[in-house]
C-alpha cells in the first residue's frame, strides 16, 4: 500500500515568488496534517483537517499561508508571497483520526523548499 | 503552552545500550509518542505510552515515564548501525485531539 505521497520534493524559487505543496495521504485516513520543520527542529503543526473541514489553523500564518482540502482527500498548501523565512521542509501526514485513542500518524518524506 | 526538551546529540557504541532523554510540561498529557526520522524520509512512529504507565517494552525499546518529574526516556538495547538517526520525543497535548507537540530532536551516532 502506498504512503503519503508529497510533491515536489525540492523547490527553489525567489522570494516573493508564490509555491504550492500538494498531498496525497494514505486511502481511508480521514485526518490530515501539514507540518513546518525548520532544519535541526522538530516538526510544527500548521494546519490539521478532519475530511475537508480544517479543525486546527491557529498556527498557519494566514496572511501568506492557505490551504485546502477540497472533496477530503488530497490537499495543497500554498504560500504566497515567500519570505527568506519559510526556507524549511513542509510535511504533510494523515492518520485514521479516531477520537480518544492512541494514533500513529504517517508522514510523508516532504517537500523541502528553499526561498533565495 | 507545551514546551518539550531533548539533548541534541548522542554517541554510542554498536552494541551498547542508547538513552534518549525527554521533558515535557503539560502534566494533562495522555499519550507520549517516540518517532523516528531518517536522513531525507518522514518521520516513523516507533513507540507511545499512555500517560498512566510508568514503563513500556517492545522488543529492543523500552520507555520510562516519570509522571512527577514529566520526563519521559526512550532505551534502545543492543544499538545497531542502522538505529543511527533522529528520534523525536512527542507528548500529545489534550483538548479536543490529541495535538503532538514535538521536541527538536536527539541525534544519535552509532560507531563500530
Known amino acids: 500500500e502506498a504512503g503519503v505521497v508529497q510533491s515536489p520534493r525540492y523547490k527553489i524559487i525567489e522570494k516573493k515568488q508564490p509555491v504550492a505543496f500538494w498531498c496525497n495521504p494514505i486511502?481511508?485516513?480521514?485526518?490530515l496534517y501539514w507540518y513546518l520543520q525548520n532544519l535541526g527542529q522538530g516538526p510544527e503543526l500548521l494546519i490539521r483537517?478532519?475530511?475537508?473541514?480544517?479543525?486546527?489553523d491557529s498556527q498557519l500564518p494566514k496572511d501568506r499561508f492557505s490551504a485546502e482540502r477540497l472533496k477530503g482527500v488530497d490537499s495543497t498548501l500554498k504560500i504566497q508571497p515567500a519570505e527568506l523565512g519559510d526556507s524549511a521542509v513542509y510535511l504533510c501526514?494523515?492518520?485514521?483520526?479516531?477520537?480518544?485513542?492512541?494514533?500513529?500518524?504517517?508522514f510523508g518524506e516532504g517537500s523541502r523548499l528553499t526561498v533565495l | 503552552g507545551e514546551d518539550v526538551e531533548q539533548s541534541l546529540f548522542l554517541s554510542v557504541r554498536e552494541g551498547d545500550s542508547s538513552v534518549i532523554n525527554c521533558t515535557y510540561t503539560d502534566s494533562s498529557s495522555t499519550y507520549l509518542y517516540w518517532y523516528k526520522q531518517e536522513p531525507g524520509a518522514g518521520l516513523q512512529l516507533l513507540t507511545y505510552?499512555?500517560?498512566?504507565?510508568d514503563m513500556k517494552q517492545d522488543q529492543r525499546l523500552t520507555v520510562l515515564l516519570n509522571k512527577k518529574d514529566k520526563h519521559l526516556s526512550l532505551r534502545i538495547a543492543d544499538t545497531q548501525t542502522g538505529d543511527s538517526a533522529i528520534y523525536f520525543c512527542?507528548?500529545?497535548?489534550?483538548?479536543?485531539?490529541?495535538?503532538?507537540?514535538f521536541g527538536a530532536g536527539t541525534r544519535l551516532a552509532v560507531h563500530p
Open positions: 505510552i499512555f500517560s498512566n504507565m
Open positions: 501526514a494523515s492518520s485514521l483520526g479516531v477520537a480518544g485513542r492512541p494514533e500513529e500518524l504517517f
Open positions: 512527542a507528548p500529545a497535548v489534550s483538548g479536543g485531539y490529541n495535538k503532538l507537540i
Open positions: 486511502s481511508g485516513h480521514n485526518t
Open positions: 483537517y478532519e475530511n475537508e473541514e480544517a479543525v486546527d
